[in-house]
């Protein structure tokens, strides 16, 4: 049984939840998902974690009272062969997690760097990870009208081959800024770098919970398994 604990910071949780489950469900594994709201539930038992899109000024400053960010990033580094996914405002705090502390993805983040929410879009991403395919699986969704979102309409791409597009669904979308990267690309939109993986932490500035390809939160649980059986 692999426990992942999703940061109930603010933001897209819910997505991430259901995407998990799904990517659970296509690899036959086990899953305990443990939603981190303050720093006691942030324990050593995690084997992976996610942090998910949303505002990273908000996120700072809602966790100040729980110090659930600094919780999360000491378990960061007290684990660095556990994967960590960061998705957007997730990817930005990884990037930038603050003063006292070393970047855990090597590489400069400009926030809003596409622009304001009007600037929001939806374009293939080609990745470049090793993820591993799964077997389709219907997972039951989520009621999703609790949350008031709209879910997209789009295929589950459960056996999909490592060199097909990802649907990337980018929503007030920080940018890499190619200069000041030191760790590897995996997801490209044309030239422009729009992923990337710090030994294993993943930051990505797109959404993937909010697709039916989960294609990421696989690589996550497979990665977590792996870590798992080493130890
Ligand atoms: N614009 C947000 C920020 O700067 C990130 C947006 C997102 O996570 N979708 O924190």
Known sequence: MLSVGLAMLQGARHEHAEALRGAAGELGLELNIVECRRASHVSSDLDALILPGGESTTMRIASQHESLLEALFDWMNNHPSRPVLGTCAG????ASPGEERAPFLQASIERNGWGRQRQSFESTVDVILDTPQGDACDVAPADRDMFAHQPLEMQS???????EGFP???IRAPRFVADGLSCTPVAMLGDEIVGVLDGMRLGLTFHPELTLDRRFHRWLLSQAQHT????
């Open 157 to 163: 791409q459960a056996a999909q081959s490592v060199n």
């Open 168 to 170: 990337g669904v980018f």
């Open 91 to 94: 990817a930005i705090l990884m």
């Open 228 to 231: 798992k059986e080493g130890q």
